[in-house]
């Protein structure tokens, strides 16, 4: 089974600064890893998967998630964000070997405010 | 186009009775999904299912039932309705993996909040 632990509920941020949003996972598999979106009274947007290859992945919007395998994480960062960005993001994980269906197993959320 | 769609956006509803949600996908997908949203904004997986037929349930009560009439639809029945039923359901589809290292991008309706009263 997987997991996936977001140690942050709530990240306050100004506009233009950094951001990092924290995600660990659990598997004794090999997994596929995801950052969702989800804007206010919206639906989920992907915004960027590790599936294999290099582990910097650049994804929408000026994020970008690094994996790390040996700490099992995948950390979302953004160099300078904007008003725009404030909305959850989740951290998802789903193993590499399902087939039939890639069910996704999802974080808790992490509820990105930017400040002006 | 709406990739995929969800009716209704908002249900209310009191506590037993009983109450359907919809979900069409106009992307040729086989597999589709059900998620619940807790009040906590927590996603959980409820059901999968792959070309008509239910691949996981994920502990779900019975009183959740998910009928896929043809592979673009996959409907979620709820019986007896409970408070603790009150949740953002979110309908997704993707092409099915056909191989163990393949994986296919999901894509999620808007959602539908359901309110127990």
């Known amino acids: 089974a997987q997991s996936v632990t977001q140690l942050d509920s709530q990240v306050p941020v100004f506009e233009e600064a950094p951001v990092e949003l924290r995600c660990n996972y659990s598997?004794?598999?090999?997994?596929?890893l995801f950052w969702y979106v989800q804007y206010p009274n919206q639906g989920l947007q992907l915004l960027l998967k590790?599936?294999?290859?290099?582990?910097l992945v650049k994804g929408i919007n000026g994020f970008e998630a690094e994996f790390n395998k040996s700490q099992t994480s995948f950390h979302l960062r953004k160099p300078s964000v904007h008003i725009s960005d404030t909305a959850e993001y989740f951290c998802?994980?789903?193993?590499?070997?399902?087939?039939?269906?890639?069910?996704?197993?999802f974080g808790t959320g992490t509820r990105l405010t930017v400040i002006p | 186009d709406t990739a995929v769609s969800q009716t209704p956006k908002y249900l209310v509803t009191q506590m037993g009775n009983d109450k359907s949600i919809k979900c069409e996908q106009n992307?040729?997908?086989?597999?589709m999904y059900w998620y619940k949203q807790d009040s906590k904004k927590f996603l959980k997986i409820m059901f999968s299912y792959n070309n008509k037929e239910l691949i996981i349930n994920e502990t779900v009560p019975n009183r959740f039932s998910p009928k896929s009439p043809d592979k673009a639809h996959l409907n979620l029945h709820i019986n007896s309705l409970e408070l603790g039923d009150s949740a953002v359901y979110f309908c997704?589809?993707?092409?099915?993996?056909?191989?163990?290292?393949?994986?296919?991008?999901?894509?999620f309706g808007p959602g539908t909040r359901l309110t127990v009263l």
């Open positions: 590790y599936l294999s290859g290099s582990t």
């Open positions: 598997s004794s598999v090999s997994v596929y």
């Open positions: 998802a994980v789903t193993s590499k070997y399902q087939t039939g269906a890639n069910n996704l197993f």
């Open positions: 997704a589809s993707s092409q099915v993996p056909i191989a163990a290292v393949l994986y296919n991008e999901q894509f």
């Open positions: 992307l040729g997908h086989d597999t």
